[in-house]
């Protein structure tokens, strides 16, 4: 009886620190973001939670403000996350195999932004200069990535819940059955 107790113990006790940070990061997103941030960060509500993007206008100032004028008309609601590669990337902001989305492209912003798990940055057709609406999230470090996309923004709460997108199949990364946006927008609009 004893044994099974200290069993018990030790296993809630293990148990702790993971609960304890799922509970961090779902209190982090509901957090208020300090006014002048807020006008440079993005939300994304999914079925699984909140996902919130600081973007970087001081490195790419035209992307930034291109997705904040996509956001701003409601363009990214109902998209799908239609390309998830396990253990590299998100991808939405249009369809699979279809580079489209808004019809504006934008010139590439290559700049020195990281290519660490939670970055975000657009993508493109085989010209780099053909960013449209499409974006993804990285799952994992990719340094592989560094200097062939325009890197906008990082998530800074939400990642436990970029980790819950469904997954594509690992010869492509099409997502059969994607999850969808619920809502994008500016959090300082909220």
Request: a positive charge.
């Amino acid at each position: 009886m004893t044994t099974k107790i200290v069993l018990l113990f030790l296993a809630l006790f293990a148990a702790l620190p993971a609960y304890a940070a799922s509970t961090d990061a779902e209190a982090n997103a509901k957090q208020p973001v300090e006014s002048s941030v807020s006008k440079n960060v993005v939300f994304i509500d999914l079925k699984y939670g909140r996902i919130l993007i600081k973007m970087h206008p001081e490195l790419a100032p035209k992307h930034v403000a291109r997705i904040k004028q996509l956001v701003s008309q409601g363009f990214y609601t109902g998209l799908p996350w239609f390309r998830v590669i396990d253990g590299f990337m998100a991808q939405t902001g249009g369809s699979y195999g279809d580079r489209g989305g808004s019809g504006q492209t934008v010139p590439a912003e290559i700049n020195a932004g990281r290519t660490t798990r939670g970055a975000v940055f657009m993508s493109h057709g085989k010209d780099i200069n053909s960013a449209d609406s499409q974006f993804f999230i990285l799952l994992a470090d990719s340094p592989h990535i560094k200097g062939r996309f325009t890197y906008w923004g990082e998530v800074i709460a939400g990642m436990d819940v970029v980790d819950k997108i469904e997954k594509g199949n690992s010869l492509n990364g099409r997502v059969e059955r994607p999850d969808r946006i619920i809502k994008m927008g500016l959090l300082s609009n909220e």
